[in-house]
């Protein structure tokens, strides 16, 4: 599990951030830099979150998975392996 997590993660780091995402705008539940951050963040954590990041962590997946379809089509494919991401390193 930590393994495929750190290869999820090292790609997500090698692909260009999307650039048709407005910076600083909302699209549906979230900011679309911030939960990139907040997540990737938390990611690198994995194994050792307190409860609190746990659950944070799982509110922000949850925000970002019930607002996919709001994202640009072209950067969807950026914020689901940014879901999977959350998902694996909620398994660890």
């Known amino acids: 599990m930590i393994s495929e997590l750190k290869q999820q993660m090292k790609r997500h780091l090698a692909d260009p951030f999307p650039q048709s995402i407005v910076k600083g705008e909302a699209y549906g539940e979230v900011d679309a830099v911030m939960i990139d951050a907040d997540i990737y963040g938390w990611a690198t954590?994995?194994?050792?979150?307190?409860?609190?990041?746990?659950t944070r962590l799982a509110e922000?997946?949850?925000?970002?998975?019930?607002?996919?379809?709001?994202?640009?089509?072209?950067?969807?494919?950026?914020?689901?392996?940014?879901?999977?991401?959350?998902?694996?390193?909620?398994?660890v």
């Open 60 to 91: 922000a997946r949850d925000q970002l998975a019930r607002s996919l379809g709001a994202l640009p089509a072209d950067a969807q494919p950026y914020y689901e392996r940014l879901l999977k991401i959350a998902n694996l390193a909620l398994a």
């Open 45 to 54: 954590r994995a194994g050792g979150l307190s409860g609190l990041d746990r």
